[in-house]
C-alpha cells in the first residue's frame, strides 16, 4: 500500500486501522480528500484554460473566415487597411443647418478681413494685387 501524501510504501498492516501512514502519520481518509481536492483544483484550471482557448480559437476563426476569393481589390485593400472615417450620409434637421450657416457666416467675416488687409499689403509691397 502507498501513502497518498508521501508516497511512501508499506504493507496494509503497517497503516493500522483506522489506516495511517506510518511515514508521514497522515489518516488515509485525510489524505485522499487533499488528493481530491488538489486534482478538483487542477481540474478547473484546466477548465478554465480550455474556455479561453476556445474563446481564442473562435475570435482568430471569426477573423479568418473572410471569404478572401469573392472580395473586390477595393474591399480588400478597406479590409487590410479601414479609412479613418467615412461618411455615407448627411442627414439633419433644418435649424441645426440654419444655425451652423449662420455661424459660418459670421465666423468668415473676420477671415475675409484678414484675407483682404493681405491683398492690400501684397499689392502694396509686392506690386502683385487684383484689387484697385
Ligand atoms: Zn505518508
Known sequence: MQCLACNHEAAVA???DP???????????MAMLKKFNLLKAELEQVKRQEQQLRED??????????????MSLQDMK???DPPAAVASG??????TLLGFMTRLAFASIPALL???VAALL???FLG???LS
Open 128 to 130: 502683385l494685387g487684383w
Open 78 to 80: 478597406a479590409f487590410y
Open 90 to 95: 448627411f442627414n439633419t434637421r433644418f435649424l
Open 14 to 16: 503497517d497503516f493500522g
Open 114 to 116: 484678414v484675407l483682404w
Open 19 to 29: 489506516l495511517c501512514c506510518p511515514q508521514c502519520g497522515i489518516l488515509y481518509e
Open 122 to 124: 501684397l499689392k502694396r
Open 57 to 70: 480559437s473562435e475570435r482568430t476563426k471569426a477573423v479568418t473566415e473572410v471569404d478572401l476569393q469573392s
